[in-house]
């Protein structure tokens, strides 16, 4: 089964960016539609963004549409998510995961989860 590590993560203040990194291992990832999840403290996980195994197609929540940009690198087994003009509502553990389901914006459609990054935007 693939297992997914997830780096890029720290404080930064706002306005700035990170870049998240999630590495895949096993031969599988290039098949793989993929995602990125974060849950803000006290809050429920929420969607964020996901890509086709392909790179083809994104999706995006509202909020990430125009500052966050979900891409892969199958030769790498890498997916990443480039986060401009950061805002303290970002402030979350951010998590990759690998999707089974139909569904891109459930996270009860994704099998396979790293063990979350930590992002902090200070105001």
């Known amino acids: 089964q693939v297992q997914l590590v997830e780096s890029g993560g720290g404080l930064v203040q706002t306005g700035g960016s990170l870049r998240l990194s999630c590495a895949a291992s096993?031969?599988?990832?290039?098949?793989?539609?993929m995602g990125w999840f974060r849950q803000p403290p006290g809050k429920e996980r929420e969607f964020v963004a996901a890509?086709?195994?392909?790179?083809?197609?994104?999706y995006y929540t509202d909020s990430a549409k125009g500052r966050f940009t979900i891409s892969r690198d199958n030769a790498r087994n890498t997916v990443y998510l480039q986060m401009n003009t950061l805002k303290p509502e970002d402030t979350a553990v951010y998590y990759c995961a690998s999707k089974y389901g139909t569904d891109w914006y459930s996270g009860a459609d994704y099998n396979v989860w790293g063990q979350g990054t930590q992002v902090t935007v200070s105001s």
């Open positions: 096993g031969r599988t990832f290039r098949s793989m539609d």
């Open positions: 890509i086709s195994w392909s790179g083809k197609y994104t």
